[in-house]
DNA sequence: GCTTGACCTTCCCATGATTGGAAACTTATA
DNA sequence: TATAAGTTTCCAATCATGGGAAGGTCAAGC
């Protein structure tokens, strides 16, 4: 098994694509691999190893600028794991943000949809709705 | 109280930033306003219910396609409800798939930090999983 | 009348992460 | 040798939104 391969099996190893390889070389999140004679590109274990480290990194839905961040911590033998959970924490906040703004928007569709008959009858508390009636969010029980 | 105003009124009225009423009308989602001799844009009631209704449409998460569909169904007086329940669930769906997403991040890091001392330690889980050490993540109680 | 400031217009560009494709080149297979 | 499959660079599109320039228009105040 070869240790320096051509972009497309770093692709494979790291699950990032050669596109996205690519990319990340051209905003200097990964270092420059070297090249061959014909001007192919050719990645060694320890940079298909930090594709990896980026690839798992978005899995977690971190930025391009926290995995920058992330990495430059990795490199560093002696970083202080705080500055990392700091950065995780952080993420954290971020993700249940966002998954509470939608899990809000889908109580209330669903609040809407489960009013709405679904049938060839045109009233539907659904466009009502977006079309600026309250009387269904309303709640005046 | 006029009720036919200029674009920063009409933003102002609906939620929608004059920016975004002219590239709404640049695509084709709502109907070009009048002009006036100087060309400047003068909305009706008409047109400002329409961009309210966008404007809530979009806080629900729709796609601008999907509201393109909506507003069609909206026009039309005969529109079976189906219609719009099916895209509502749809959507639905979609905004419940990307919150467990978010979700299943988060509680990944969540376990990752929470075995993070986040002192001046340089050992840190987090790093450790996203280098591909499984060790964390792996549940073998 | 002239200046100032607040509007309006169109146009281009940037975001963030990713994908698609074109044009040109190299390599491997048949 | 023809062809298929890789690679290179570069440009563009996605999605919804915002920023800003350059220029036209309008009202108020002096």
Not at 19 to 28: A, D, F, N, P, V
Not at 96 to 112: F, G, I, N, Q, V
Request: hydrophobic residues 45%.
């Amino acid at each position: 098994m070869k240790s320096v391969v051509t972009i497309r099996e770093a692709a494979a190893r790291s699950g990032v694509s050669a596109k996205m390889i690519r990319h990340y070389e051209s905003i200097g999140l990964i270092a420059p691999p070297i090249r061959a004679e014909n001007n192919y590109r050719f990645y060694d274990p320890r940079l298909i190893h930090e594709l990896g480290f980026i690839h798992r990194a978005r899995e977690l839905g971190f930025s391009i600028a926290d995995i920058g961040a992330l990495l430059a911590l990795w490199r560093d033998r002696n970083r202080p794991s705080a500055e990392v959970k700091a950065i995780a924490l952080s993420q954290i906040a971020v993700l249940e943000a966002k998954a509470d703004a939608l899990r809000a928007m889908s109580a209330t569709l669903r609040h809407l949809a489960a009013h709405c008959h679904g049938d060839d009858r045109p009233d539907c508390p659904i466009l009502e709705n977006l079309a600026g009636d309250q009387s269904i969010t309303q709640s005046r029980k």
